[in-house]
DNA sequence: TATTGTTATACTCTATAACTATA
DNA sequence: TATAGTTATAGAGTATAACAATA
């Protein structure tokens, strides 16, 4: 029985799916692209967030990408391992790590960001153009973000 | 250190990162308001699917879901389990499967449907009314969607 | 040979609770 | 007491490969 037969009912109007769907057709696309770099996309949003906050605790680290502490914990572990991130000693609160990229972290990071140019142009092509896409972002940027 | 000073860079501009945050919001939520039935998003998925299109194959509600046929085993498993829905002989094809909803199932479908109601008008607050989230899911759903 | 459903495996991710060392 | 980081566990979801029955 062909797919075109098939009656979606009122899930293709339903939000939770369409965003399921779109999340998996970015993704699988962003980690395809990054493979150079061998970078999913939780370890290239990490990456990114350091590099623009360094010396920020996991914590607050977690809480801008939205996982659980616990999750950051091994997801560093990996990036360690790879040399690409440090965990320093926080100055003021002995508790706490500062996180900074290595020289390897902002050089894989400059990497990563030229293949995310090549991902950003097939989401624009998949999508129907830059408007749509700078639509689409502003809506959904108003969804769970961090205020 | 508050959130508010951290610099999110690039990623608030990156469809990946926004759709993630997105959808974590709104599975949350469907997960809550459908707790009463005790189905998670998948589960509500293939209930909606099996009711408008009875008698379909595992390979196109998987299809249809945009699942591999071998994750929708376990979650037949547990629906049938909870004597929601039935695997059926195919009629033309000894290989195949008919799937079907019980009597119990389309009860648990409609029950589900009413708290569905209260989902999508949270989001439609948290969102900021019908004119942005129909405009959203409209574009949403030219991304990965089954042809 | 190819397809349908199944089983098995490995890995990622989410959600929780409890522990330690500090505050 | 509370917080930052860690460890452990259970379950969900994803991605593969291989297998039996059937086409």
């Not at 990456?47 to 950051?72: C, D, F, K, T």
Request: proline share 4%.
């Amino acid at each position: 029985m062909p797919e075109s037969t098939i009656d979606y009912g009122y899930l293709e109007n339903d939000l939770g799916y369409v965003l399921r769907r779109a999340q998996l057709w970015v993704f699988q696309d962003l980690i395809r692209t990054m493979s150079p770099v061998d970078l999913r996309p939780a370890q290239y949003s990490v990456l990114v967030i350091i590099h623009h906050n360094p010396g920020l605790s996991q914590i607050s680290l977690a809480s801008a990408l939205g996982i659980e502490r616990a999750r950051l914990v091994r997801l560093l572990d990996q990036l360690e391992d790879r040399k690409l991130v440090e965990r320093r000693p926080a100055a003021s609160d002995r508790r706490s790590h500062a996180m900074h990229l290595t020289l390897e972290g902002e050089r894989t990071l400059a990497s990563a960001r030229e293949l995310a140019t090549a991902h950003r142009q097939a989401c624009l092509e998949e999508f129907g153009g830059q408007n749509n896409y700078t639509t689409l972002v502003r809506l959904l940027a108003k969804f769970g973000a961090p205020q």
